[in-house]
């Protein structure tokens, strides 16, 4: 396939009344600001011109198909390659990421990691807080602070990305 635009009706009008009136490939290339090979190509056969690849870009997969797959993957916890072997899909994992990456209702974001603070744990930090606000020194030696470091060894580590139905509420792990 070529790599410029097909000529329109018009283009392809002008190149044959061109050509009857005698001119050549080159002159009329020159004139058209078209391809020597695009117009030889018409003139050679004008009623199969733009016709070779008639059948190009069939889908795969029907428009039902596709519903079903983005439903599928909006649910968020499946892999493409997870969609494809479920749904038995005849494409590769590949066009699955294409297709859910063209969607306009997924997303691909950082999952939350901490709900936001509502009224009543803040008013628990708050209370927390007014207690021991007036310790004294020796009631606060008591107290043990720790600079070990969290580790996460069951679960994510603050980087979870996921994609995520725009339409839903986010979720958060």
């Known amino acids: 396939m070529g790599k410029g635009k097909q000529l329109s009706t018009e283009e392809q009008a002008v190149i044959v009344a061109l050509s009857k009136e005698g001119k050549s490939i080159y002159a009329i290339s020159k004139q058209t600001k078209r391809s020597r090979d695009v117009i030889s190509k018409l003139l050679s056969s004008p009623a199969q011109y733009g016709k070779r690849y008639g059948n190009a870009g ?27 072997r479920a749904l038995q899909l005849p ?3 590949r066009s699955v990421r294409q297709i859910r990456a063209s969607s306009s209702n997924l997303k691909y974001i950082k999952q939350e990691c901490v709900p936001p603070l509502t009224k009543h744990p803040l008013e628990d930090r708050l209370s927390f807080a007014r207690i021991r606000y007036a310790w004294n020194p020796g009631q606060w030696g008591k107290v043990v602070f720790s600079d070990e470091k ?14 995520h139905d725009i339409r839903q509420e986010k979720q958060i792990f």
Do not use: C, V
């Open 150 to 163: 969290k580790f996460n060894l069951d679960g994510p580590d603050g980087f979870a990305y996921q994609w």
């Open 91 to 93: 494409i590769k994992a």
């Open 58 to 84: 069939n889908a795969k997969i029907s428009e039902h198909t596709r519903r079903h797959m983005l439903r599928e993957a909006s649910e968020g916890e499946s892999s493409a390659s997870d969609i494809k």
